[in-house]
């Protein structure tokens, strides 16, 4: 089945504290990405992957680190949390960079809470 | 800011009833992408429609693009209460030197009342 899958997807940490959320995919896809999602603010993008040690910055990168070393993995490090990244983190693929008029692909979300 | 506006944010209708919901953007794009979310879940892609189309259907959805107004609408008709969710529009629009990159708008929160 194909699937994008995140862990955890439940966390609650503390500011300062270093965690990584872990995201697989097992469809060959070679463009990987994150998103947040607040209320009003809709989904922005925090990194993007267009291939194995091809990473980019999206709209709101800051506080954000990613790694990209092999095809089916793309962590999601925060090195460290604060409050303001209290959010819902979606992982995402699709087919390919050139992506136009490829169907992206959803993980369930990992919900996150910095106190 | 978001290239995807969907409006309305909210709407509540009686099961039957047809939901419209309407997106625009600011730049041109290759294509326009509708997903659908259920509360805390994933997006799950629903329809596609491409700069070059002016309308699409999928079972009960119907799409429009009007590239001239930089907009669209996504129609379901016959509602049913399991079609409760968030609905957002996705525009996929070039990147330079190659590639494109989708940016969603904030959704459409769809309430559909048994």
């Known amino acids: 089945e194909a699937q994008v899958t995140q862990n955890p997807r439940y966390l609650i940490t503390v500011t300062g504290k270093k965690l990584t959320v872990t995201c697989s995919q097992n469809m060959n896809h070679e463009y990987m990405s994150w998103y947040r999602q607040d209320p009003g603010l809709g989904l922005r993008q925090i990194y993007y992957?267009?291939?194995?040690?091809?990473?980019d910055k999206g709209d709101v990168p800051e506080g954000y680190k990613v790694s990209r070393k092999e095809k089916r993995n793309f962590p999601l490090i925060l090195e460290s949390p604060s409050p303001n990244q209290t959010s819902l983190y979606f992982c995402a693929s699709s087919l390919s960079w050139a992506h136009s008029g490829n169907t992206i692909y959803f993980g369930e979300g990992s919900w996150l809470t910095v106190v | 800011s978001q290239q995807g506006e969907e409006d309305p944010q909210a709407l509540s209708i009686q099961e039957g009833e047809n939901a419209t919901m309407n997106c625009s953007y600011k730049t041109s794009i290759n294509n326009l992408q509708w997903y659908r979310q259920n509360s805390g879940r994933g997006l799950v892609h629903l329809i596609l429609i491409r700069s070059n189309e002016r309308e699409k259907h999928s079972g009960r959805l119907r799409v429009t693009l009007d590239t001239s107004k930089k907009s669209s609408s996504l129609l379901i008709t016959a509602s049913r209460a399991a079609d409760t969710a968030s609905y957002f529009c996705?525009?996929?629009?070039?990147?330079?030197?190659?590639?494109?990159?989708?940016?969603f708008g904030e959704g459409t929160q769809l309430t559909v009342n048994p």
């Open positions: 996705a525009t996929d629009a070039r990147v330079r030197p190659s590639g494109s990159r989708l940016t």
């Open positions: 992957s267009m291939n194995v040690e091809v990473t």
